[in-house]
């Protein structure tokens, strides 16, 4: 059994306040494996405080300054991979391929943010204008428990490259993961009180993060209804928000794409992460004209995609994180039957033989409507919908028929076709015959995924406030 009963304020590892301790579960085995003792609004406001202070010097730091040490986060989270994909399995149930595609990104987002910044100018001039970036000031950075290591990376990078301190909140989900993260830290010589990580309730440490009057930003990732909240609290203070929220991405099969690549990839990426993945393609819309085929392709490519123990480096789905999550992916697989639509495969309960472990079958519905709340609304587990549609234009009207625009993709066999389609899209990102998007590219949704963008300059000068000066 784990104890994590520390956390990381002012270069220290130290006992919280807080007094609860969380259980912490293994989903592949619903054991559990250790607790976490849980920071309370005290920390919160200690670790405010510690990066206060450490602004006054870290925000008058070099650029040179801040690209070694960004680098040498990179080098400390490199030396720690190990350690996360043990802690990813146990924690969450992430399986082999997501560990070895997504993980890395996390060293990356420390190397990706170093170079942005040094071709980055603090200091440009327009007219008779100087223009001066400068930090924002004491950053709130709240990451969910999927992809917790990569989230809690690109935003620490993102805010450091710009010169601001920060006090990070990830999920009361990712204690083990958190732990490690902060010990990474602690190895790369950070100053102290420039990076501090509390793991907390959300409506505890995260409430008191998102009020506090010397929080001057907030990044969070994670759930639409979450960030409506944290944009209430953070009305009061006008603090500045990235909002990274959810989606319901549509994948378009455009009528002349390859079957025999474009289905692999949309399922990969509709189940990618045991379909715990905000930027997944979960409707899938494909020609009428070649539903019959498209249904028979994904029939016959879902070997590819069994359910099972993480453990197994074959496993293409694994367990979804907790009951909770568990219990809302079989109710809306019973409202998609409810609302009458055909399963093509997968369906309620575990797979067949699998006694216990959160396990869901992984389902695709067909016979679907944009309407029905299956195709409308985020399931955030294994399931998909499949929509036909007559023509190109009917197509896109489907794909940005939904409250989301986080992001979508287009699969055809003519590149400037589907650019031209790809452009009617409604989302902060549209991938043409790839799954996976670029990290020089900006990240970052639109309509109810969210506010803001990041990766590269887009996500540097999110941390940063332009002064004018004119004369
Ligand atoms: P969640 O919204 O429940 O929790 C996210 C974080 O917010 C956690 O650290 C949680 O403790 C904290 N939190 C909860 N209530 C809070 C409050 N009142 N004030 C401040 N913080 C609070 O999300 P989750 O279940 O951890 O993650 C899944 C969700 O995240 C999905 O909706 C998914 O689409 C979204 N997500 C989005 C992206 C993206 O880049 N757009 C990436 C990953 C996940």
Known sequence: MRKINQIYIDGQFITPSGTEYAP??????????????????????AAVSAAKRAFVSYSKTSKKERIALLRRLSASFSERMDDFKAAMLEEYGAVRGVIDNLLPYAPQMFENAAKTLESYEFTQTRGATTIVMEPVGVSAVITPWNLSVVFTAQKIAGALAAGSTLVVKPSELSAIQTHIVSEAVHAADVPPGVINIIT???????????????????????????????????????????????????????????????????????????????????????????????????ESAMSDFRVGDPQDPSTGVGPVVSQKQFDIVQSYIRLALDEGAELLVGGEGRPQGVEKGWY???????????????????????????IPFDDEEEAVSIANDTPYGLQAQVFSGDTARAHRVARQIEAGTVLVNRIFSDHEAPFGGIKQSGIGREHSTYGLESYLEPRAITS
């Open 360 to 386: 869901v079958q992984p389902t695709i519905f067909t016979g679907v409507t944009n309407q029905m709340r299956i195709a409308r609304e985020e399931i955030f587990g294994p399931v998909l919908v499949v």
């Open 24 to 45: 912490l579960y293994n989903p592949a085995t619903e054991e559990i494996i250790g607790e976490v003792r849980l920071a309370d609004a005290t920390d919160a406001t």
């Open 200 to 298: 907390g309730r959300g409506s505890v440490v995260g409430n008191a993060l998102t009020t506090h009057p010397d929080v001057a930003k907030v990044s969070f990732t994670g759930s639409t209804a979450v960030g409506q909240q944290i944009m209430r609290n953070a009305a009061e203070t006008f603090k500045r928000l990235t909002l990274e929220l959810g989606g319901k991405g549509p994948t378009i099969l455009l009528d002349d794409t390859d079957l025999a690549t474009s289905i692999p990839a949309a399922l990969t990426l509709g189940f990618l992460n045991n379909g715990q993945t905000c930027f997944a393609g979960t409707r899938i819309l494909a020609p009428r004209s070649r539903l019959d085929e498209v249904l028979e392709t994904i």
